[in-house]
């Protein structure tokens, strides 16, 4: 398994560590605690991902989608 760090998850998707942490403690984020650390699996982080998607259909209804003319 490959286990990650949030500051390596944070470096990849380029936002605070602090955000991935957050999401550990509130258990958004599926994690593992090594004393006061936290690991991800990387499978995890995938699964977490997809669930953060948000449906095309979803975008189009907020106007989150450029129409092309």
Same mark, same amino acid.
């Given at each position: ?15 605070? +560590?602090?955000? =991935?942490? !957050?999401?550990? *403690?509130?258990?958004?984020?599926? +994690?593992?605690? =090594?004393? !006061?650390?936290? *690991? ?30």
């Amino acid at each position: 398994m490959d286990y990650l760090t949030p500051d390596e998850i944070a470096a990849e998707l380029r936002i605070a +560590s602090e955000t =991935v942490r !957050r999401w550990c *403690r509130t258990g958004q984020l599926k +994690s593992l605690r =090594v004393g !006061r650390q936290y *690991r991800i699996v990387r499978s995890d982080l995938v699964d977490f991902m997809k669930q953060m998607e948000v449906p095309e259909a979803q975008k189009k209804a907020n106007g989150l989608v450029a129409f092309a003319n």
